[in-house]
């Protein structure tokens, strides 16, 4: 099931969206997908994939369409569903409702996050847009190596 939220204050969408692609650049699991071998998955981090962010104008519409419409987008998103072996795995919408309204929806497979992992991208989300929304280039740090995690995840005990 999607995640909503609902801002009631303007937002500069060209900010949001590309902090988003900051985050997704920053973290290697955002640009996961999966193969299934005979044997065993394996798991392709991407270093580049298609954007995952939309900005959909709404304002032109009545309440009532809005809300339509973004039932519509999210029910047919249910529908399609991911395909494992195309990243990314998460879609991100910013319904604009009005100049200061609107609804952001986030979609991703629970196999890239839980909700610990979200909690530390939202960090991010805000120190990007913030940077950006006042003009300047966000200053993330490198983020971890997948590889390291990975192996990690390996050695440990599965009993």
Known sequence: MPDRYRF???IDTAAFLAAW???VARHPALRASF???A???LQIIHREVPRCTEHIDLRGLPPEAQQRRIDDVLADERRRGFDFARAPLLR?????????????VESHHHILMDDWCRSLLFLDFFAAY????AGRAPALPP???HAGY???LTAQDRA
Not at 92 to 104: C, E, I, N, T
């Open 8 to 10: 009631d204050r303007a």
């Open 21 to 23: 692609d900051a985050v």
């Open 35 to 37: 193969l299934q071998l």
């Open 39 to 41: 044997d065993r998955a």
């Open 92 to 104: 991100l919408r910013l319904f604009q409702l009005a100049d200061d309204a609107f609804v952001y």
């Open 130 to 133: 913030a940077a950006l929304s």
């Open 143 to 145: 983020g971890p190596r």
């Open 150 to 152: 990975l192996a990690w």
